[in-house]
């Protein structure tokens, strides 16, 4: 009986429906965040679709590097650590939260957000999570489903060599 369910299990981790395999499947959405430029690249439909400028944690350990899932989307996200709700301008996390599952989080923890300090966009600058400008999280936002897998690197190497090394572009 053990057998046949860890064959199961086994097919649907393998399965193009089963959001939580190890690598993204080609043509799939993806997403790399590159911390040695502090890039983001979304690789959809087996190229690089977009690239824009983000912010990244303080310090190289504060952003955590791997593949992870995206796990958790929010329009106008609340701000728990200083109580302020979303959709105001004083909210850190500007217009969308897109969490993923870093550090066995929930995606409630290290995500890709928008940001009411536009200029800090670009720079080492937060606790751990990867700021875009407003306009870019939201135009993104509606392209990354949940499942979604996301690599977080500090490379040299281009979007196109990372995307190909994970299996997201043929």
């Not at 959001?19 to 499947?25: C, E, F, K, R, T």
């Not at 502090?38 to 955590?64: C, H, M, Y």
């Not at 929930?106 to 990867?130: E, F, L, M, W």
């Amino acid at each position: 009986m053990i057998k046949i369910f860890s064959s199961i299990l086994m097919a649907l981790s393998l399965s193009p429906i089963w959001p939580l395999g190890s690598n993204p499947l080609p043509g799939d959405p993806f997403v790399i965040v590159n911390k040695s430029n502090n890039e983001l690249a979304f690789i959809s439909e087996n190229r690089v679709q977009t690239v824009v400028s983000v912010g990244t944690g303080k310090t190289e350990d504060l952003t955590p590097e791997g593949l992870f899932t995206i796990t958790v989307k929010a329009e106008n996200p609340y701000y728990r650590r200083s109580d302020i709700p979303g959709g105001d301008p004083k909210n850190p996390l500007g217009s969308r939260w897109i969490g993923f599952d870093a550090r066995e989080t929930d995606g409630r923890i290290y995500g890709i957000h928008g940001t009411n300090q536009p200029a800090s966009v670009g720079k080492y600058v937060s606790q751990g999570c990867i700021r875009a400008q407003n306009e870019v999280i939201t135009s993104l936002f509606p392209l990354i489903p949940l499942g979604t897998k996301i690599l977080v690197t500090s490379s040299k190497k281009s979007f196109e060599a990372l995307a190909e090394e994970a299996g997201a572009i043929k």
